[in-house]
């Protein structure tokens, strides 16, 4: 993944490497992102050989709010990670607004 600092542009590219047809037994399952058969391979290219990478840009695509969000706290550090005692900041949050309700709140639907 590039982006470019002026212009906020990004570029989102994967390696996909060339993997013999069958599967031996006690391997890991062809990932179908991260690798190509080699007879797919050699459909579009004729000097496909095991081993060989290729290096694809994918299309890009918008960010929604969450997903920009999301981002913005990993890359300033501040995501809601659990504490010690394994809860995270927004479930303390919402545990000290429920203690602090009035019990006569709940009581006035009667």
């Known amino acids: 993944m590039h982006i470019d600092p ?6 989102i ?3 996909v490497t060339v993997v013999p047809d069958d599967v ?19 459909k ?8 060989k ?3 694809e840009t994918l299309p890009p695509f918008e960010f929604g ?3 920009t969000q999301m981002a913005r706290q990993v890359v300033t550090g ?6 010690a005692n394994g809860s995270s900041r927004s ?11 009035s019990p006569s709140a709940s009581n006035t639907a009667m």
Request: proline content about 2%; hydrophobic content about 30%.
């Open 53 to 55: 990478t290729y290096t």
């Open 13 to 15: 590219t994967r390696v």
């Open 65 to 67: 709010r969450v997903q």
């Open 24 to 42: 031996a037994e006690g391997e890991e399952a062809i990932n179908e992102y991260a690798q190509r058969r080699i007879t797919d391979a050699l």
């Open 91 to 101: 479930s303390r949050i919402v545990s000290a607004k429920s203690s602090t309700a």
């Open 78 to 83: 501040r995501s809601a990670r659990p504490s």
């Open 6 to 11: 002026k212009t906020g542009e990004t570029e």
């Open 44 to 51: 579009t290219d004729k000097d496909a050989v095991l081993g």
